[in-house]
């Protein structure tokens, strides 16, 4: 298994654009977590999704924030419109529900830079 | 959940023994410790957890104390590849956990 997949690696974009950031999680896993970090807040849980259905988006920061599931082994993370202060490294990881924490794996990031 | 409470930074001589403490003085009962490590640019990673018995795995030792307050994370004969930020987590295990993520501590590995 190739693990936990995120695209792009990295995204610089301009102010007002807006941005999509992919993850393809591990075959079998059945829930979904986004997570952002920046130097100032840490590792923050943005989003959790359970079999497709959002549970729990208390950490989205605003309406510019949105994600989906279109499938249940991919999400997408959208920021419409992007602003500087959205720069961050965004991680998402998956598990199967039920399962300890060795079943909790990261991708490997997507940073991105708004400018 | 329970928080928790480590040093921001700790240094390690390549080969000698890497011992990361952790404070969870509030506790409960059904909650378990859970340590991630976090390697630069990459994501967090699963270390070890445990619940009141001392665990061992081929990455590291948890040594949990009898009152559960606090905790040790072993790395035994620490590389310069375990030069990461180390998370100590408590929380109660089961389909709804959730890591949720503290500032960790920076473990450096020095020659």
């Known amino acids: 298994d190739a693990g936990v997949i995120q695209s792009p690696r990295h995204e610089v974009t301009e102010m007002g654009q807006e941005v999509t950031l992919r993850c393809k999680l591990i075959s079998g896993h059945n829930s979904l977590f986004w997570y952002r970090q920046t130097m100032m807040r840490g590792l923050e849980l943005l989003i959790y999704f359970n079999n497709n259905v959002p549970i729990d988006d208390s950490g989205m920061p605003e309406d510019r924030f949105s994600a989906k599931m279109p499938n249940a082994s991919f999400s997408t993370l959208k920021i419409q419109p992007s602003e500087p202060r959205d720069s961050a490294v965004y991680f998402c990881a998956s598990s199967f529900s039920g399962a300890r924490d060795y079943g909790y794996t990261f991708g490997s990031g997507t940073r991105l830079t708004v400018v | 959940d329970a928080k928790t409470t480590q040093p921001p930074s700790m240094d390690c001589a390549e080969g000698r023994a890497a011992n990361l403490p952790c404070n969870h003085s509030t506790i409960s009962g059904n909650e378990y410790v859970y ?50 930020v180390y998370y100590c987590i408590v929380r109660a295990s089961g389909g709804s956990y959730i890591p949720t993520f503290g500032r960790g501590t920076s473990l450096i590995v020095h020659p």
Not at chain 2, 55 to 63: D, P, W
């Open chain 2, 35 to 84: 340590w991630y490590r976090q390697i630069h640019s990459q994501g967090p990673q699963y270390i070890i957890h445990g619940l009141k018995n001392n665990e061992t795995n081929e990455m590291a030792s948890l040594i949990i104390t009898e009152d559960r307050k606090s905790s040790t994370l072993i790395l035994p004969h620490a590389t310069l590849r375990d030069t990461a």
